[in-house]
């Protein structure tokens, strides 16, 4: 008898803890299907880690990059949690994508009126000058260089400019710029 109650206890004690779980996730102010992106904030912090982030929160905060479901990122990150999302949010560290206080910088406009073969042939003039002033970054430009081989369309590209330039500078950019259009 004895050991029937236990095991009623320990059945009781999961029961409760799942409830529990999901009572806290069906509240949670954090939507599954949500979209987050890193703020100017929290892109500093992460750099200077000037504030303590566990690895989970870590790890789930890298992963966040304007594409990707809270949902899909939380399947990713084993032991990450609702709560952990949240408190990146709390923090200022995370934002939902497109909101006002969301610092991202301005792209430059491409011709609104350039036809669908001009962007392309765009992106084929581009494409190159990209690859070369990423390479000549060496192993610092690594990072851009598989962001520049990574983009597929001429759109793609114009949204990596800003980057390229903050690496390379503005003089060895303007080339990149007369190639865009921009």
């Known amino acids: 008898m004895r050991g029937f109650i236990r095991i009623k206890k320990t059945q009781l004690q999961q029961i409760a803890f799942l409830v529990s779980n999901l009572m806290i ?23 200077d880690r000037s504030v303590r982030l566990t690895p989970r929160q870590r790890s789930a905060f890298i992963l966040f990059d304007g594409r990707r479901s809270t949902g899909e990122i939380l399947r990713a990150c084993d032991g990450v949690a609702d709560a952990d999302i949240d408190a990146l949010v709390t923090l200022g560290l995370l934002d939902r994508v497109g909101s006002p206080s969301e ?19 765009r992106y084929k003039d581009a494409y190159p000058v990209a690859v070369r002033l990423a390479g000549a970054l060496g192993l610092r430009g690594f990072r851009l260089n598989l962001a520049i081989e990574g983009a597929t369309s001429f759109e793609q590209l114009l949204a990596l400019a800003p980057r390229i330039r903050a690496a390379v500078g503005d003089e060895k950019a303007t080339e990149l710029d007369a190639a865009l259009g921009s």
């Open 25 to 47: 996730r069906a509240f949670t102010p954090v939507e599954i299907t949500m979209i987050l992106v890193k703020t100017e904030a929290g892109q500093q912090v992460f750099r």
């Open 103 to 121: 610092t991202a910088p301005q792209l430059p406009r491409a011709d609104a009126t350039a036809s669908v073969a001009e962007r392309q042939q």
